[in-house]
């Protein structure tokens, strides 16, 4: 009998070190998914924004890095917890084995024969009387160690929880780096800036410098002739082949403002055409340009 509890004993320290790697996997897999339920708020809540920049692809790449992340700390609890279940399945029958091992290694070999007691007044041959007292009493400890492991999921559960919360709850509401409180009779000599009765205005009959807050520019190529020499010359810094415009075949179409305005042309977007050097028009193509 001293020989199962012993056993029974040992059990306690094993699962409890694989209990305490539980804890950490579970605690890095609720890091891991607060990034990702983060990542998934944002995405969704600038939707319209990724869609317009094509964006889709590596939004996509980034969540599924996330969601592998918490998933190989979700295997590795899982695995954890697979080992606690096991042990603990295990426990009564290797309790058992260690208990009749024992009782019957200490048997000597005339007490096996003749079935002579011992000296301390216990009968030496196993006897199924025996085997099955002994299985009774183990029958009630199958059902409270069967339990264990579930009844420690939970404890470790609501550990990891209540310490989420805890911290949630104990954190401070402003971050003091970010802000500056002055009271109602603070010093403000040490400010950076500061205005009195001040008026600002743009001038009436200032020059014209910005339209729709982008630098305005006035397309020199477009409804009206251009001279051949102009038009090479703004064409060559750009490296762009001859008699052609190149075309925007991009996912957004990023930079075609830039491209066109220094070299006259109306960044406005109108399909199935182009400019050539002359100044012709050519259906089934895509340009920006007018």
């Known amino acids: 009998m001293l020989a199962g509890l012993a056993v029974m004993i040992l059990f306690f320290p094993l699962n409890g070190i694989v209990m305490w790697l539980t804890q950490k996997f579970e605690a890095k897999e609720m890091v891991w998914k607060d990034e990702r339920m983060k990542c998934l708020t944002e995405t969704l809540s600038g939707i319209k924004i990724i869609k317009l920049y094509a964006w889709e692809e590596a939004f996509e790449k980034l969540v599924t890095q996330l969601r592998n992340s918490e998933l190989r700390q979700l295997l590795l609890g899982s695995v954890s917890w697979g080992v606690v279940e096991a042990n603990w399945t295990l426990a009564p029958f290797v309790v058992l084995l260690a208990t009749f091992s024992s009782y019957v290694a200490r048997l000597r070999p005339e007490e096996c024969i003749n079935g002579t007691s011992t000296k301390d007044g216990i009968q030496g041959l196993l006897t199924p009387e025996k085997i099955f007292v002994s299985l009774s009493l183990f029958n009630l400890l199958r059902v409270p160690l069967t339990n264990l492991p579930y009844i420690i999921s939970l404890v470790v559960m ?52 910005l339209k729709k807050t982008i630098l305005y520019h006035s397309p020199w190529i477009s409804g009206g002739r251009h001279r051949k020499r102009w038009f090479g010359k703004v064409l060559s810094p750009f490296c762009l082949p001859r008699r052609t415009l190149p075309k925007i075949w991009d996912s957004t179409a990023v930079g075609h403002s830039s491209l066109h305005l220094p070299i006259g042309l109306d960044p406005t977007p109108e399909p199935a055409r182009e400019h050539t050097l002359r100044g012709a028009l050519r259906p089934r193509s895509l340009c920006y340009g007018n």
Request: no cysteine; aromatic share 16%.
């Open 158 to 209: 609501a550990y990891v929880s209540i310490r989420r919360l805890g911290l949630f709850f104990m954190a401070e509401e402003l971050n003091e780096d970010s802000v500056t409180r002055f009271g109602g009779s603070a010093n403000l000599s040490g400010t950076a800036l500061e205005f009195y009765d001040a008026s600002f205005s743009w001038e009436r009959n200032g020059p014209l410098v």
